[in-house]
């Protein structure tokens, strides 16, 4: 499959290309089948070992995918424990659409979630915005997550 550019076909990208221009997405190419796309699922993986997946609106920046998610969610508790995560393009009930790619998750500090709630929101717009207020009259305390696909 080949890289695509906001939807259209281009011969090849390099790994990092940088954005000429803003609200272009370029990705690298193992985030290739993620351009275009409103989910994502989420493996993260309890203690256990046991994987739980769960689909998540997401933007991508830099070869970097940022979502975000209550501060007390499971998936933030699985992601402080273990890293290491799995992500594949999917429809808004988790039902994998692509291939997986492996990754490490982080939870980022105050600057890397302005930068990622600004992503979501350029994306997202005005049902991200909404969210955003109900959670903040609820005053419930949200985290954003990077991750990065392995090398």
Not at 12 to 19: E, G, I
């Amino acid at each position: 499959m080949k890289p695509f550019f906001l939807g259209a076909q281009v011969s090849r990208l390099p790994r990092a290309v940088p954005q000429s221009r803003p609200g272009l997405l370029i990705v690298s190419d193992k985030l290739t089948e993620f351009a275009n796309q409103k989910y994502l699922s989420i493996e993260s993986y309890r203690k256990t070992g046991v994987p739980v997946r769960t689909p998540v609106w997401f933007a991508e920046h830099e070869g970097r995918l940022y979502t975000y998610s209550l501060a007390d969610a499971g998936k933030v508790k699985r992601i402080r424990n273990n890293p290491t995560v799995r992500i594949a393009p999917s429809d808004v009930r988790g039902r994998v659409e692509g291939e997986w790619v492996d990754g490490t998750a982080r939870i980022e500090d105050d600057q890397g979630e302005r930068l990622g709630i600004s992503l979501l929101n350029k994306k997202y717009g005005l049902m991200n915005r909404i969210g955003d207020v109900f959670s903040g009259l609820l005053r419930r305390k949200r985290v954003v997550i990077s991750i990065f696909p392995s090398q």
